[in-house]
């Protein structure tokens, strides 16, 4: 039997290269795909294979002294939603573009992030507070298109190195005094976006404890979250039961859906939403009308779709 494992720890790593090593070694040889990150402030990864495997790579991991309190997520998959292990050492846990001078990392993870609260919490501060909190997605825009918490503001972002420049505009003066509540997939870009936005004014912020999967886990479609949910691998996007809502819409007819493409135009290649009925027809594998003529102006392009 087969699942995902979906984690991060942030923590203080003198030797990131030396801990890169030890991973992809350690995933070698369990037969695990996925893919980590490791940087001076911690440890991110999606990795697939075998229930025995995963439970030797979680009992390793945390053999390791700056990653035994790493709390490990479990998501239906497997080994062959990975093309490959790819263990990276990088600047950046989280890409958003030098935020490692934004803040600080100890044992217990970031220094100064919004207060960590339960699924369970976040359901009763809603309930006794109502319209005085406010959720803010944390992820890109086209991930929010498919599933986000009812009523979310979704920043206007495409990756996640426009959050900065976002947070320091005006465009949410009208919440920084309001209960937010920050959400990703699994909770690691919250932990950096809530320490982000309390240095921009935000007073009260919080993020959900394990994110998305974490809450999805314990209500799945009968919460607050509605749709599917964005993920980085080759399912591109999962659900929590079997009623969940489609919130995305077709770019070409409008159909809800929560199908990714993306362009057939190589130089483009831009993540659409394309319904099932639509991408089988070949002129609508593409984002926009020029990139359909540029692509068909190239020599046997047709016959390549």
Partial sequence: MQKILLYYKFASL??????????????????????????????????????????????????????????????????????????????????????????????DGVIGGGQH????????????????????????????????????????????????????????????????ITYCTGGIRCEVISAMMKKRGFKDVYQIDGGIVKYGEEYGDDGLWEGSLYVFDNRMAMEFSDHAKKIGE????????????????PTCNLLMLVCDTCKENPDLLFHTDNCRKQYKAKPGAVANI
Avoid at 157 to 162: I, L, Q, V
Avoid at 250 to 265: D, G, P, R, V, Y
Wanted: with cysteine; charged share 35%.
């Fill in 14 to 107: 003198s030797d990131p290269e030396a801990v890169k090593l030890w991973q992809k070694t350690l995933c070698t040889r369990l037969n695990l795909k996925g893919r980590i990150l490791v940087s001076p402030h911690g440890l991110n990864g999606t990795v697939g294979g075998e229930m025995k495997d995963l439970k030797e790579y979680i009992k390793e991991t945390k053999m390791y002294p700056a990653f035994k309190n790493t709390v490990f997520k479990w998501s239906e998959g497997s080994r062959d939603d990975f093309p490959r292990l790819k263990v990276k050492n990088r600047r950046e846990l989280v890409g958003f573009k030098n935020s490692e001078d934004e803040f600080d990392v100890d044992m």
């Fill in 117 to 180: 609260i339960k699924p369970r919490q976040v359901n009763e501060m809603v309930e006794k507070y109502g319209d005085d909190v406010v959720f803010f997605d944390g992820r890109n825009e086209h991930e929010a298109s498919i599933g986000k918490f009812k009523n979310a503001v979704v920043p206007n972002t495409n990756t996640s190195r426009d959050f900065i420049a976002e947070l320091e505009s005006d465009k949410y003066d009208n919440i920084k005094d309001k209960k937010v």
């Fill in 250 to 265: 077709c770019i070409h007819c409008t159909a809800l859906t929560s199908n990714f493409e993306n362009c057939a135009l």
